[in-house]
């Protein structure tokens, strides 16, 4: 059997599944940081953030947004392909809305396109529509998973490259975190690899720069770094140990100092055998840098109030009429974990990070049945919690430096299934940043009639105009991966992109 060196151990640990939150989700990142050696940032002390918002389950984008009322016949479509207009007494099937909120007209978009409306504004805050029209928010329409430009003739003849497990969750899942549509990558996501190149222009790296409020992930996950998971209040520790570097001073005879001891004389040993030698290593380096992390998150406050705080405006709760309250109301996981997320942007200059991506996840947008009433409570959870997040970024003045994209398993059928809608492909997505040129749509919003160009199967598949590659490079350019790196983060992006020419989209500013 070939003697496994410490090189071996640590590239193989990169991939193995860690935990979500506490101890052991930090055992590898620490130590892996160090390793990573290739750098595109320039020196200086500029700050630009990633924050991936994954809409779990494949949400159906098609209404987030759709053709306004004023529309014509796309809107006509729309309704006739959606199945009516959904009314809870006479249509309860039907999948159109009845009203959105109206964008503003864009030379991007081939007809008036209108968003949800529960993304109106709350409690004197702006929701997604109202930065839309300040120009901080994108739509990004019909993207999706390819494996190369697509038509519907070439998938109709069964001669098209398509993507593995196109209609799962689990592979699309994969191939949005990886960008790679047609083989196994593994564990490898685009975040990571980006991290692998980048991350050593971050001035610390006892903490990684790619941290996770939903766990361990594959975005986030590179050859030499792994994700870092936190929680909503910070980094955590063994139950009963207090750190060295902690704070009171461990005492002599209680049942935490006897605990903390035991541990301290674990981490001093030194061992023959590598994998022991390398886990004391990691699990020292790990302690040491929850401690640091976690001093650095509890310096960072915030006055502005997310979902789940004390004295945030709770709107009223439709089923019981009264308002929600800090402990009921479905938006405090999300809107604490955005403040976590921004909390620790906050503290970059304690952390000594120049460049950090963040991973949150909401899921439940599977719906198969109640699709209407359904996203109505969770688009409002999101708009609320996104209405608070951009009010923090404007409290720490770090709006230009911090984008966020939406991103999801797939879209959903375009009819009915009696119930809901089913599993699709290509969907709209949304940015959100101070650097995004905003109040626009970006790509083309399909023909939504079953017979059209991009539609296939008789329930009404998008085909994506845009590839993930595109949407994905677009990102990665304006967080500093040069075009020359584009390949070594975005495997096939040749296959949709020349490195160096026009934009991949046009979203981003520089």
Not at 102 to 128: C, D, I, Q, R
Request: aromatic fraction near 10%; include cysteine; charge should be neutral.
């Amino acid at each position: 059997m070939r003697t496994l060196s410490r090189r071996d151990f640590l590239g193989q640990a990169s991939c193995a599944a860690v935990g979500s939150v506490g101890l052991l989700s930090t055992l590898l990142n620490l130590r892996m940081a160090n390793s990573a050696i290739a750098q595109s940032i320039l020196p200086g002390t500029d700050y630009r953030a990633l924050v991936c918002l994954f809409f779990a389950g494949g949400i159906d984008s098609c209404n987030v947004l759709f053709p306004a009322s004023n529309a014509g016949t796309a809107r006509a479509t729309y309704e006739s392909v959606r199945g009516g207009t959904y009314d809870a007494a006479t249509n309860s099937d039907g999948l159109a809305l009845a009203n959105g909120i109206a964008l503003a007209p864009s030379a991007y978009a081939p007809y008036p396109l209108a968003v949800h409306p529960a993304f109106a504004n709350h409690a004197g805050t702006s929701g997604l529509a109202s930065l839309f029209a300040a120009g901080k928010a994108a739509f990004v329409a019909n993207v999706g998973t390819l494996v190369e430009p697509t038509t519907k003739t070439a998938y109709v003849a069964s001669t098209a490259k398509l993507p593995r497990g196109l209609y799962s969750h689990s592979d699309q899942v994969q191939q949005w975190h990886t960008s790679v549509a047609i083989e196994s990558n593994g564990n490898i996501g685009w975040a990571g690899r980006a991290a692998d190149l980048i991350q050593s222009a971050n001035p610390n790296r006892r903490v990684s720069m790619n941290i996770s409020l939903g766990g361990n992930n594959i975005w986030q996950s590179g050859n030499a770094i792994v994700p870092y998971a936190i929680g909503t209040s910070g980094s955590s520790l063994p139950s009963d140990y207090r750190s060295p570097l902690d704070n009171p001073v461990v005492g002599a005879t209680d049942r935490s100092a006897i605990r903390t001891a035991a541990i301290d004389n674990l981490l001093q040993q030194q061992h023959q055998n590598l994998f022991d030698q390398t886990f004391r290593a990691n699990l020292r380096d790990s302690l040491e840098g929850s401690v640091y992390f976690r001093d650095a998150f509890t310096d960072s406050t915030l006055t502005t109030l997310f979902p789940g705080d004390t004295g945030y405006a709770y709107p009223v709760n439709p089923a019981t009429g009264l308002a929600y309250t800090s402990s009921n109301d479905p938006a405090r996981t999300l809107g604490q974990q955005l403040k976590a997320v921004v909390r620790t942007i906050k503290a970059r200059s304690t952390l000594d990070m120049r460049r950090q991506t963040f991973f949150v996840q909401y899921g439940g947008w599977d719906h198969h049945d109640e699709v209407i009433n359904s996203m109505q409570t969770q688009l409002d959870v999101v708009n609320r919690c996104l209405a608070a997040y951009w009010q923090a970024l404007v409290e720490i003045n770090l709006t230009d430096a911090v984008t966020l994209y939406s991103a999801s398993d797939f879209a959903r059928t375009l009819t009915s299934n009696g119930a809901g809608s089913d599993h699709a492909w290509g969907g709209n997505q949304f940015v959100l940043g101070g650097s995004v040129l905003g109040n626009k749509v970006y790509g083309t919003y399909p023909d939504l009639a079953l017979n059209a160009p991009r539609i296939v199967t008789n329930r009404g598949a998008l085909i994506p105009d845009i590839s993930v590659d595109q949407y994905f490079a677009e990102l990665a350019l304006w967080f500093g991966i040069t075009p020359s790196q584009l390949p070594d983060v975005l495997p096939r992006i040749n296959q949709f992109y020349v490195p160096g020419l026009n934009p991949p989209v046009g979203f981003m500013a520089a």
